[in-house]
């Protein structure tokens, strides 16, 4: 079965610094990995992915995520936050082969103080 | 293309009443779901579709029906409404081939089971 854990319900962050909302993994075999962000009364938005490839993934707005394969990891970063990254972001994963929709971690929200 | 649509935005139901949520998409996705939200629960999958005809049950399919008689729709039925099912639903979808495994949302539905 797959599944992935956001242990973090909340990050806070000061606006200029670096994020990380951290996201850990478990599939049988090997996963596609992704982050979705949630703006406040609207659908999730697709960030970025790890197909194959780069084990670091550049997406949208300026986020980037590492894949670690030893640690079954996919956090998400950013250089420097902004006030308006303050959104919940889901991670999830599907497993190849085994499943044709992924499941989603409950969610981060972060929170970029001005 | 107008994405992934879904009505009603919002929904007030007695316990015991039936209502169908609907769902569209207008991007010739082979995979449909759905999913509720629910705070500090993340997203669960409801039900999904691979296909016209072809549907399966995902992690909370109780309560809930699903058909997908063509490529676009792909309705939730509620049969008889508890208050445990009041949440926000989501409905996606996601090309099998081309881009896949990035999902498409809807806008959501408030529904509300008084």
């Known amino acids: 079965a797959q599944s992935v854990a956001q242990p973090e319900d909340q990050v806070n962050v000061a606006e200029g610094n670096p994020l990380t909302v951290k996201c850990t993994y478990s599939?049988?075999?090997?996963?596609?990995l992704f982050w979705y962000v949630q703006y406040p009364n609207r659908g999730l938005q697709f960030l970025l992915k790890?197909?194959?490839?780069?084990?670091l993934v550049k997406g949208s707005y300026g986020f980037e995520a590492e894949f670690n394969k030893s640690q079954t990891s996919f956090h998400l970063k950013k250089p420097s936050a902004l006030v308006s990254d303050s959104a919940l972001y889901f991670c999830?994963?599907?497993?190849?082969?085994?499943?044709?929709?992924?499941?989603f971690g409950r969610g981060t929200s972060l929170i970029v103080h001005p | 293309n107008a994405g992934v649509t879904q009505t009603p935005k919002f929904q007030v139901l007695k316990t015991g009443q039936s209502m169908t949520l609907q769902c569209a998409q207008d991007?010739?996705?082979?995979?449909m779901s759905w999913y509720r939200q629910d705070p500090g629960m993340g997203l669960r999958l409801i039900h999904y579709?691979?296909?016209?005809?072809?549907?399966d049950q995902g992690e909370v399919p109780n309560g809930y029906n699903v058909s997908r008689s063509t490529t676009e729709d792909f309705p939730l039925r509620l049969l008889s409404a508890a208050p445990s099912q009041t949440s926000v639903y989501f409905c996606?979808?996601?090309?099998?081939?081309?881009?896949?495994?990035?999902?498409?949302f809807g806008p959501g539905t408030r529904l509300t089971v008084l």
């Open positions: 996606a979808s996601s090309d099998a081939s081309g881009s896949p495994d990035t999902q498409y």
């Open positions: 999830a994963v599907r497993e190849i082969i085994r499943s044709y929709i992924p499941t």
């Open positions: 991007m010739n996705h082979e995979y």
């Open positions: 790890y197909i194959t490839g780069d084990n």
């Open positions: 579709s691979v296909g016209a005809g072809i549907t």
């Open positions: 599939v049988s075999g090997n996963p596609y």
